[in-house]
């Protein structure tokens, strides 16, 4: 999912700079919203590694 989040962050800046606004902002609240996507999938599952961990640890 950061992979595709950082593509689209690539075709904004290439958009961009050849002047397509629309193509850029669309690219960019694509990459905007997989990368935080990214980032709430990541904090739940390290919340789950360390809960699964101190469950396994405590017994």
Same mark, same amino acid.
């Given at each position: 999912?950061?992979?595709?989040?950082?593509?689209?962050?690539?075709?904004?800046?290439?958009?961009?700079?050849?002047?397509?606004? /629309?193509?850029?902002?669309?690219?960019? /609240?694509?990459?905007?919203?997989?990368?935080?996507?990214?980032?709430?999938?990541?904090?739940?599952?390290?919340?789950?590694?360390?809960?699964? /961990?101190?469950?396994?640890?405590?017994?």
């Amino acid at each position: 999912m950061l992979k595709w989040a950082l593509i689209f962050a690539i075709v904004a800046l290439i958009a961009g700079g050849l002047g397509f606004t /629309g193509v850029a902002g669309a690219a960019a /609240g694509i990459a905007k919203f997989l990368f935080f996507l990214f980032l709430v999938g990541f904090v739940v599952f390290l919340v789950l590694g360390f809960w699964a /961990g101190r469950k396994v640890a405590g017994d």
